[in-house]
């Protein structure tokens, strides 16, 4: 079992107020991923949970008890640091042991485990060697032995791939996921990589500046980002956003800025009734916007100068000016298009985004 | 060329005062006192090496004891020093308490405070406790500034030490002092070498407090017994003064080589996971 429970989570460093009331239920065999920009306080939300860093307000249980006092070695967890923080002075092997060795685990059942985590790591022909003759990668797997071998409740991963290089890391992101699934450990990770969030976790939290901003399931996410900053840190490249003013004309509304004019498909225009004459922020995702052409003629349109040409191999990004401001397209790799050129650009109707100005919630 | 010529000059010049003692240790009196504008006179090599001087050190003074005694006060107070230093660098880099900082800073102040004047109030303390004349004067007194020196060395390496290990050790099941004893000071050592090495040294050559807390030849030090008793009045007895000098410093020398690979990997400080 390893349910995880965060009621009311406040932590403060002197005055800096930097996890603000974090509520949260995470539930057994669940792989959930904190994200967010540098110092949104998903680091500290972990260390918290791991019982490195006192809580100052709220509770943590793990499975139904209150761990607010516990020390970390009575938590039944483990961790993964970015570092690896292998200890330097002992072969791999006896790194995995330390955990079981504190324990005081009998000498063959150490033995079994060890072998075994090694076996799934695929260390085996490593484990007599010191942590500064292994590669990035070897480390980190043995960062992750370590964790394995005690069977803990739930495991605790903080950016345990950045120090990797990109392709490594790719390769170390899907040797995690079949990890998850084969040993079904609750597991709470945290990143700054939203891809990471999106490809390892049942569910995402996002957060910024100490407040959660949404969690949900990766899509839900995706398509139903709760407000401008989860739409705009979600998804690669980034959501463009549009401030625009809602105007009505025939019945139907428009929504425009010194660049752009575009009806509101009608399920849009339900949700801005409300904001008739007011601003609101336009977002579209470059995957929704389109080169138009005679398809697209009931669609929301507007016209745009290509500024850069971004040639991806299985896609094209463009960098348009549109008015004042530069929207990102991700096209067709057969588009043929070059910079300079004045384009009339389709947006999926069904994929507009609104979100109110002033408090950057999802309309 | 460039980089040759300039590092044989330094050389020649850090170490000529080590030969003037090798050479002067092992030439007879008849050369030593030769008058310079005699027509054989050859400061700087001998054809007849003899062993009188070494002889004499050990059969006419109490050179032996004085090794000893150095050895011994040496080694006890180093090994005071080392755990008051790890132990005290330890808590002031990691635990978090009300005024680390400034205490850490503090215990640096105290290593500034010359000896030539600390050596006032220790006496009178020494003598209060009646341990004038005894190993226990220097033994006690030495940590006095090899603490300070001691905590601020560990406590710079053990910042150098990541965290995380530590914090890893912690859930992997170990208490702080379990934490401590398995992983930071094994992780620590070559900073804990450097630092013995540093207080060894400091303390063998320590001169100020030798001189003043003993008194009887049979308790001096190297450095102190060469000094008083081969010094007579205006008489120098240069030939046994140079052999004391080279045998006090021999083992100085071997604590040096022996560790040197540490030694350097603790100044330097690289414990890269």
Known sequence: MGQVVLKGINKFFDSVHAVKDVNLQIRDKEFVVFVGPSGCGKTTTLRMIAGLEAISSG???????????????????????????LYPHMSVYDNMAFGLKMRKFEKLEIDKRVLEAADILGIGELLKRRPRQLSGGQRQRVALGRAIVRHPRVFLFDEPLSNLDAKLRVQMRVELKKLHLRLGTTAIYVTHDQVEAMTLGDRVVVMKDGVVQQVGEPLELYNQPANKFVAGFIGSPAMNFAAVTVTEANGS????????????????AQRLRGHIGREVLLGVRPEDLTVADSADLDHPCFDAVIEVVEQLGSEILLDMKVGESIMVASVEPTARVRVGDKLRVAMRPSRLHVFDAQTEAAI | M??????????????????WMVITSVRPDGELYRPWNSSNYNPFWTWKPTWDHVRYLFEETLFASWLWNTTFIALASTAISLVCGVFAGYALSRLNFPFAGSLGTGIFITYLVPQTLLFIPLAEIIRN????????????????????FCTWLMMGYFKAVPKELEECARIDGASRWQAMLYIVIPVAIPGILSAGIFAFTLSWNEFIYALVFLSSPEQKTVPVGVTSELIRGDVFYWGP??????????????????FVEHYVAGLTGSVKG
């Open chain 1, 253 to 268: 509304l428009i929504a425009e800025n010194s660049g752009l004019r575009i009806k509101l498909p009608d399920e849009t």
């Open chain 1, 59 to 85: 509770d943590i249980s793990i499975d139904g008890n209150v761990v607010n006092e516990l020390a970390p070695m009575d938590r039944d967890i483990a961790m993964v640091f970015q570092n690896y923080a």
């Open chain 2, 241 to 258: 003064l140079m052999a004391g000098a080279l045998l006090g410093s021999i083992p100085v020398a071997i604590a040096y080589s022996f």
């Open chain 2, 129 to 148: 406790y009646r341990l004038g004349d005894t190993p226990w004067s220097l033994i006690l007194t030495y940590p006095t500034f090899l603490i300070p």
């Open chain 2, 2 to 19: 460039f980089f040759y010529v300039p590092m044989a000059l330094f050389l020649l010049f850090l170490l000529f005062p080590f030969y």
